[in-house]
């Protein structure tokens, strides 16, 4: 069977026995509502759900940029000084012992009622996978790899970008992947504070009317934005170490 058969048998029959549960059980639609009256809210405010899912993607996709930005050189100042790795590891780990959205309205008021603010949330939830995969995946390197470098008289570059680095790929990957889920958990969480617009929003606002039928249409939304960009990173993860064997192993199975 091709690749896009399995997800696809699945999803249909998931759609089949919602309805069949609607439908035999009478469930009310402000409730469960049926396929149908989701599609029917699809239909009649495609519109908003397409401009507010764009906001949020943007949300999504800037916090997630932001993540790697400040998560990949965080890692490499915990992997190379045993000072960084002690002083910020217990405070990286502090930050995430509590929810993001009571920190929220405090964001609300430094940034102000803008994307900056969703954004900088979303950054918050998703960062912290980035880090930690970074860190596991720079300190993977065997020993006697490194000493035999070292022989070699390597700069500090040179066994970055030679051993450290390619070892971490695989790590870091997986904690991007990861990150792009939560990433777009940080968005909706972040538009649930002081937002007029974007998926969250929509979905505080449809929840307060009882429309049922558009709080799945929303969630439905937020399914798909998070199943693209996680296969975007998957499919530059493809690009970016076709070498390793999880890679290798897919282009072997595929084959079969």
Same mark, same amino acid.
């Given at each position: 069977?091709?690749?896009?058969?399995y997800?696809?048998?699945? *999803?249909?029959?998931? &759609?089949?026995?919602?309805?069949?549960?609607?439908? +035999?059980?009478?469930?009310?639609?402000?409730?469960?509502?049926?396929?149908?009256? !989701?599609?029917?809210?699809?239909?009649?405010q495609w519109?908003?759900?397409?401009?507010d899912?764009?906001?949020?993607?943007?949300?999504t996709?800037?916090?997630?940029?932001?993540?790697?930005? &400040?998560? /990949?050189?965080?890692?490499?100042?915990?992997?190379?000084?045993?000072? *960084?790795d002690?002083?910020v590891m217990?405070?990286? +780990?502090?930050?995430?012992t509590?929810?993001? *959205?009571?920190?929220?309205?405090?964001?609300?008021?430094?940034?102000?009622?803008?994307?900056?603010?969703w954004?900088?949330?979303?950054?918050?939830?998703?960062?912290?996978p /980035?880090?930690?995969? @970074?860190?596991?995946?720079?300190?993977?390197?065997?020993?006697?790899?490194?000493e035999?470098?070292?022989?070699?008289?390597?700069?500090?570059?040179?066994?970055?970008?030679?051993?450290?680095?390619p070892?971490?790929?695989?790590?870091?990957?997986?904690?991007?992947? !990861?990150?792009?889920?939560?990433?777009? %958990? @940080?968005?909706? *969480?972040?538009?649930? /504070? @002081?937002?007029?617009?974007?998926?969250?929003?929509?979905l505080?606002?449809?929840?307060?009317?009882?429309?049922?039928?558009?709080?799945?249409?929303?969630?439905? /939304?937020?399914?798909?934005?998070?199943? !693209?960009l996680y296969?975007? +990173?998957?499919?530059?993860?493809?690009?970016?170490?076709?070498?390793?064997?999880?890679?290798?192993?897919?282009? %072997?199975?595929?084959?079969m």
């Open positions: 069977m091709p690749n896009w058969f997800p696809t048998a699945t *999803v249909i029959a998931l &759609v089949a026995l919602w309805q069949a549960v609607v439908s +035999v059980f009478a469930i009310p639609a402000y409730l469960i509502p049926s396929p149908g009256a !989701v599609s029917d809210q699809f239909a009649a519109r908003l759900l397409a401009r899912a764009g906001i949020t993607s943007f949300e996709i800037g916090g997630f940029i932001l993540s790697i930005a &400040v998560g /990949v050189p965080l890692a490499m100042a915990i992997v190379s000084s045993r000072a *960084v002690q002083a217990p405070l990286l +780990v502090l930050s995430q509590f929810p993001k *959205v009571a920190i929220a309205p405090l964001l609300l008021i430094w940034f102000g009622i803008n994307t900056t603010t954004m900088f949330v979303s950054f918050l939830v998703a960062f912290f /980035v880090v930690i995969a @970074g860190v596991a995946g720079m300190r993977a390197v065997e020993t006697e790899t490194m035999l470098i070292r022989s070699m008289r390597a700069s500090p570059w040179q066994i970055f970008f030679k051993v450290r680095l070892t971490a790929l695989p790590h870091f990957f997986a904690g991007l992947k !990861v990150a792009i889920a939560f990433a777009v %958990v @940080g968005a909706v *969480v972040g538009e649930w /504070v @002081g937002a007029d617009r974007g998926l969250g929003h929509l505080l606002w449809a929840n307060a009317n009882l429309d049922t039928p558009m709080v799945f249409a929303v969630l439905i /939304v937020l399914m798909a934005i998070g199943v !693209v296969y975007a +990173v998957v499919w530059l993860e493809r690009l970016a170490i076709p070498w390793h064997v999880s890679i290798r192993g897919e282009g %072997v199975r595929a084959t």
